[in-house]
């Protein structure tokens, strides 16, 4: 089964090159790498927790897209919070973006890159048509 590679990286303020592809798919499933929250111009959003979890969610969703994918194919996220008190305000937003079909998830505390309060990744199943 080839790998496809979906997008390019995204842009970056530094302006450097990103070495990894926004998402990969392998046969029916869709791997998106983590999504900072980051907008067009490759800055992190600020407003704190609850801007960040939205930008991430809506670039989880371009990202997606390019597989032809939406967060209803999601069956796995991975979450990582720079700071584990966050949590509350970024569960309410995290789960007003999903269904009743609630993805399994993971979510810890960890450092994050840059000035990210959050980072999501997530494996969609999108079968081929």
């Keep these: 089964m080839p790998l496809e590679y979906l997008g390019a990286p995204p ?3 530094d302006r450097q090159v990103r070495p990894f592809s926004p998402a990969v798919r392998a046969g029916d499933f869709v791997y998106v790498s983590g999504q900072v929250p980051a907008n067009q111009d490759g800055e992190i959003v600020a407003g704190g927790i609850e801007a960040q979890t939205r930008q991430v969610m809506e670039n ?6 390019l597989a032809g994918a939406t967060l209803d194919d999601v069956c796995k996220s991975t979450v990582w ?5 966050d949590f509350g305000a970024f569960n309410r937003i995290y789960m007003g973006y999903f269904g ?4 399994a998830r ?3 505390e960890a450092r994050l890159m840059v000035d990210a309060r959050v980072e999501i990744d997530a494996v969609a199943y999108k079968p081929r048509t």
């Design 106 to 108: 993971s979510t810890t």
């Design 60 to 65: 989880l969703k371009a990202v997606l897209a």
């Design 100 to 103: 009743a079909n609630k993805p």
């Design 81 to 85: 919070l720079q700071d584990a008190r």
């Design 11 to 13: 842009a970056a303020s």
